[in-house]
């Protein structure tokens, strides 16, 4: 008999949001309750992904935002048919720091390409495959700023643009959520860690 597909959880926010502090902590969390789990980031993951995602970020290069978008839905592609959907179809969950709807948000909304041009070519780089359940880790773009500046290491390409850039970007996350409120659920990021955690298995009770 054939493994029941796993769970494709993916979290997203703008950059300080915490979400790669939250995946860290679920892994563990959905681990402990007997989840077969394995922890991926966007771009990267993957030798071909991880070799474009040191070129989007690279502050020396001058990248168009079609082939920004161009490259976010290549690297996808190959994770997805490299680890992620061998993994959901082993029956393992997979927690993904950042997915689909980074480059919604991102290209589609902050570089003004268009929301639903940005979905076509990641519908047809991902072969159509949604998250079963996606976590918006909501916080102010200054104060997700303000944590990122905190960090002490150099912003990359994307964290050097200017406050508007990310502005749009939190209200198309938030358009994002409101449209599809079964699959993307919003969480406090301003919260602390061990909230933002529980409320995250909250929103996730119901496919354990």
Do not use: C
């Not at 994307?158 to 919003?186: G, H, K, N, S």
């Amino acid at each position: 008999m054939s493994a029941a597909r796993g769970r494709l959880v993916t979290i997203e926010g703008i950059d300080g949001a915490g979400k790669t502090t939250l995946a860290a902590a679920l892994r563990g969390a959905l681990a402990a309750r007997g989840a077969d789990v394995v922890a991926l980031r966007e771009p990267g993951g993957v030798a071909l992904s991880e070799r474009l995602r040191e070129v989007v970020k690279d502050p020396g290069l001058r990248i168009g935002p079609r082939a920004e978008a161009l490259l976010y839905a290549a690297s996808r592609a190959q994770l997805v048919e490299e680890l992620v959907a061998p993994a959901l179809a082993a029956g393992r969950w997979v927690l993904l720091d950042r997915y689909v709807d980074s480059s919604l948000a991102y290209q589609g909304a902050g570089r003004g390409l268009g929301v639903e041009a940005v979905r076509a070519i990641n519908a047809f780089g991902t072969g159509g495959l949604a998250a079963d359940r996606t976590l918006l880790l909501a916080i102010d773009p200054l104060a997700g700023r303000a944590r990122r500046g905190g960090r002490g290491a150099e912003p990359d390409r994307l964290e050097r643009e200017a406050d508007a850039f990310f502005a749009a970007i939190a209200a198309a996350y938030a358009d994002l959520a409101a449209a599809d409120p079964d699959r993307v659920r919003t969480i406090d990021a301003a919260a602390p860690p061990e909230r933002v955690l529980a409320r995250a298995l909250d929103h996730l009770a119901d496919l354990l």
